[in-house]
Every structure is written in structure tokens, then in C-alpha cells.
């Protein structure tokens, strides 16, 4: 059990999701034999999800999509919890913790979209049933644009943190693939040609099972961090200083080995670097205060 950890909460919600349309797909073509569901309008062949899941197997599409979004949304608060304590990357900057909530709080939009539109059916309500399909598809695609332009921020600072430009481009391409599935899903109802959407719409909900997985690699550095402690920060220009000054060399250097942000650093050797740094930090046996503050910026 060494490497279970937070990230199996998105684990648990796609393969729930994936079981719940599986289990809707088979049963539409193997127990039914592509039945035409009430639901299903003039020609169409090809039936919603929303048509079988308002069929017998209702229970499982109401309880797939109600654990679904409850392990999803687990998953949030553990990745917003988990940067406050510095466990993961930890947002640094108003703007960061802004986006973080907005994005919990459009994904809480689409869970209620997502547990409603369940209860709520096509074949007996359905204007309620499209308007909390709205709310799913559109609090979801919100919440994905935010948590992407967090990580885009974050990715931005902590470059030796790869996992972030990793999770930033698998959102990104689910942001652009399910914005442009929800435009021809939406063009194809408009006009009338349900079997296309009926196709759309099956892809949509299979592509979003992959965006919930992704959140097990937002999670997976929890495992590492939970035996090492804290990730630290990178240390300001005057922390930087003030550990110079105060002798405590190897307390700075220590702090700042897990970054690299800057090529300075990386062309410079450690043992140039700490004696230029240390005559500028000597009482009086440097420049100004200024100049003192240049060495720790340049350290």
C-alpha cells in the first residue's frame, strides 16, 4: 500500500464513468438489440446515452454519475488542500488561488449538471434534462479552461517541475477536443441529425473519462512528498540574502538544489558563486546594500 495515495480518487471516478457507459453501450446493443427507446426521435438509430440510462438500467446511470462526480470532486479539494500545505506545488500568487477556487467552483456547476440530468431523464423531463446537460458540459469545460491557466502559471515558476507542463498540455488538448465535440454535438441537434450527435455524444462522455484520470498525475507527487516532506519554495532575493549574512551557506544552497529556474545559475559553479556572495554579505567588507542584494539575486 506504499503508493496509495490521493491519486486514486480520479482513478476510482474514470473507471467508474468508463463502467457506467459501458454498461449502458452493451446493454443497448446486447439485451435490447439497438431497441428504439420512446426517447428517440423521428429517424434516429443510434440512441443517447440519456435514452438507455432512462431505461431500465436508470439506477446504474443515476448511481455511475453521482460516484463519478463525487470522486471527482474529491480530487479537487485534495489537489487545492495539498498546494496550501506546500504537499504539491503550492500557489504562490493571489491570481493562482483565484483560479483554483473558480475552478472547484465550475466543477461543482457540472457535478450538479452531471447528478441531475441522471435523476432528471430525457423521456419524462426533458427540458429539465437539457438544461442540467448544459450545466455539465459547460461547468466542466469552465473548470477545465481555469485549472489549466493555473497550471500554466505554475508550470511558468517551478520549471523543474515537469508534471506540471505535463498535466497543463493533457487539459489543453481535452479543453480544445470537447469544446469543439460540444460545437458539433450542439450544430447536429439543431439540425435534426440525431444519429450524429447520438455518435458525439458518446465520444464526449469517453474523452472526459480520460480528463478525470489526468487528475491522478496532478496527484501522483503526493506519494514522494508524503515520505520527503513539504516541497519548498524558492527562497527571495532578501531570504537569500539574510541566509548569507547569517552564515548559513549550506541552509541556502540545500534549499535552492531542488530548482533551476534561471541559466545563471546552471553556468555558474556553487564554489565561485559562495565567496563572492560571502564578501558581499561581510560587515564592511563589501559595497552598499544594493550591490549586497545584486551578489544574492545573481546567487
Known amino acids: 500500500m506504499k503508493f496509495v495515495s490521493y491519486w486514486i480518487f480520479p482513478v476510482l471516478s474514470g473507471i467508474i464513468w468508463l463502467g457506467t457507459l459501458l454498461g449502458l453501450f452493451l446493454h443497448w446493443v446486447i439485451d435490447t438489440n439497438k431497441i428504439k427507446y420512446a426517447s428517440m426521435q423521428?429517424?434516429?438509430?443510434i440512441a443517447y446515452i440519456s435514452d438507455v440510462g432512462a431505461g431500465k438500467l436508470k439506477p446504474l446511470f443515476v448511481t455511475g454519475c453521482v460516484l463519478t462526480?463525487?470522486?471527482?470532486?474529491?480530487?479537487?479539494?485534495?489537489?487545492?488542500?495539498?498546494r496550501h500545505k506546500g504537499v504539491l506545488v503550492p500557489n504562490?500568487?493571489?491570481?493562482?488561488?483565484?483560479?483554483?477556487?473558480?475552478?472547484?467552483?465550475f466543477a461543482f456547476v457540472g457535478t450538479i449538471g452531471l447528478t441531475f440530468l441522471s435523476g432528471f431523464d430525457t423521456a419524462h423531463y426533458p427540458k429539465l434534462h437539457d438544461i442540467f446537460l448544459l450545466l455539465f458540459i459547460a461547468g466542466y469545460l469552465?473548470?477545465?479552461?481555469?485549472?489549466?491557466?493555473?497550471?500554466?502559471?505554475l508550470a511558468k515558476k517551478n520549471r523543474q517541475h515537469r508534471i506540471l507542463q505535463l498535466s497543463f498540455w493533457v487539459k489543453l488538448v481535452f479543453i480544445v477536443v470537447e469544446l469543439a465535440l460540444a460545437i458539433a454535438f450542439a450544430v447536429s441537434n439543431f439540425r435534426d441529425n440525431f444519429n450524429v450527435a447520438?455518435?458525439?455524444e458518446w465520444i464526449v462522455a469517453v474523452?472526459?473519462?480520460?480528463?478525470?484520470?489526468?487528475?491522478?498525475?496532478?496527484?501522483?507527487?503526493?506519494?514522494?512528498?508524503?515520505?520527503g516532506g513539504a516541497i519548498k519554495r524558492p527562497l527571495t532575493a532578501g531570504e537569500m540574502e539574510d541566509a548569507i549574512r547569517s552564515g548559513n551557506y549550506n541552509g541556502a544552497l540545500n534549499h535552492d538544489s531542488d530548482r533551476t529556474?534561471?541559466?545563471?545559475?546552471?553556468?555558474?559553479n556553487n564554489n565561485t558563486v559562495m565567496p563572492a556572495a560571502a564578501?558581499?554579505?561581510?560587515?564592511?567588507?563589501?559595497?552598499?546594500?544594493?550591490?549586497?542584494?545584486?551578489?544574492?539575486?545573481n546567487f
Open 42 to 45: 423521428g429517424d434516429q438509430r
Open 69 to 82: 462526480t463525487l470522486f471527482l470532486d474529491i480530487s479537487f479539494l485534495c489537489d487545492r488542500l495539498l
Open 92 to 105: 504562490t500568487s493571489t491570481g493562482e488561488k483565484v483560479l483554483s477556487v473558480l475552478c472547484i467552483f
Open 142 to 153: 469552465l473548470s477545465a479552461i481555469f485549472i489549466c491557466w493555473e497550471f500554466q502559471r
Open 198 to 200: 447520438a455518435v458525439v
Open 207 to 227: 474523452i472526459f473519462s480520460f480528463y478525470v484520470f489526468s487528475f491522478a498525475i496532478d496527484l501522483w507527487p503526493a506519494v514522494t512528498a508524503r515520505h
Open 261 to 268: 529556474l534561471t541559466d545563471h545559475y546552471n553556468n555558474h
Open 279 to 297: 564578501s558581499a554579505a561581510a560587515p564592511g567588507g563589501g559595497p552598499g546594500r544594493k550591490a549586497r542584494r545584486a551578489h544574492a539575486d
